[in-house]
């Protein structure tokens, strides 16, 4: 008589995987992914550590050396964008905190710890369902054309 498995295990293999780690892939796009996946997890895990009870958006492109930091909460197209050159991931960490406190600036929100989520829901919002504020609106161009 053989053991019979329930769900299709055999003695050796692993239990339990941690389907969010980095595996090397067998391409060089693969690789770049799982890079950006994990300077996105760094800097998204600091910025939820200071900034607690909001939402973060972390858009890393590796190819292009440009992070863009947003909270969708205010504003679904808008961001921060922050250029990765010449920076090591400790710092890149402490340059989104830092640009995440900007974006809760501008949209006259508090930067303390432990705030209630509901605080977004009572901001003016417009048709995209974006927050209006006069801070976080973009600069209107002063440059002439001639008609």
Known sequence: MSREYIIGETK???HVVDYNAIDAGKSHEDTIAAMEFYYAKQIGSALMYVYKNRNWMVDVDIRNQMIVIGAPDLSKVKGYYLPMKRDALVELCKR???AGGEILERYNLSRAMNVSPDSFEMLPRDFRDDAISAD???TPST???NA
């Open 12 to 14: 050796g293999k692993r």
């Open 96 to 98: 989104a905190v830092h």
């Open 136 to 138: 976080a609106a973009p």
């Open 143 to 145: 440059k002439k054309y």
